[in-house]
């Protein structure tokens, strides 16, 4: 009887044991999934926010574009008043430098977004392959545990046979 109580002890200690265990392990998974939303949260505002840059940026070129078109069209009516030849091909070579300018700088700054874009479209490839790998990995931990236990109770089992 002095034994079997002992036995029955163990098994109770041994279950509290891989209870707390799991615990500890289910808070650490709790613990890094709460990091990688928060970190995909992050790259998510920070996409926003790029996202309002790039509005804002076309905002201001629409500015651009009709306060140039304003400009224009003011030269168009000085030309019209009899300006000379020469002073119009002169304005009209400033403006096409203005143009080229313009466009080099427009140009530029959309290459900046797309590469801006590219990169986030990379990081949340790496955030979803990166929590694939994650995933993947606990539920691999999750069957060797499982299979653990099983192969325990199976040793226990043999063990009360005895």
Do not use: P, W
């Amino acid at each position: 009887a002095e034994a079997e109580r002992r036995r029955a002890q163990r098994k109770l200690e041994e279950e509290d044991y891989q209870r707390r265990a799991q615990e500890k392990k289910d808070k650490g998974m709790r613990e890094l999934a709460r990091r990688l939303s928060k970190k995909a949260a992050d790259r998510e505002a920070e996409l926003e926010r790029l996202n309002m840059e790039k509005k804002e940026i076309m905002h201001r070129n629409a500015l651009l574009k009709t306060a140039k078109d304003h400009i224009e069209e003011r030269r168009q009516q000085e030309l019209a008043k009899g300006q000379e030849r020469t002073l119009r091909v002169q304005q009209q070579r400033e403006t096409r430098r203005r143009e080229r300018e313009e466009l080099a700088r427009r140009r530029d700054h959309e290459n900046v977004i797309k590469k801006m874009d590219q990169e986030d479209a990379a990081r949340v490839d790496y955030l979803i392959q990166y929590e694939k790998k994650f995933l993947d990995q606990a539920a691999r931990i999750k069957e060797q545990m499982e299979s653990e236990r099983r192969k325990r109770r199976g040793m226990t089992s043999s063990h009360s046979q005895c």
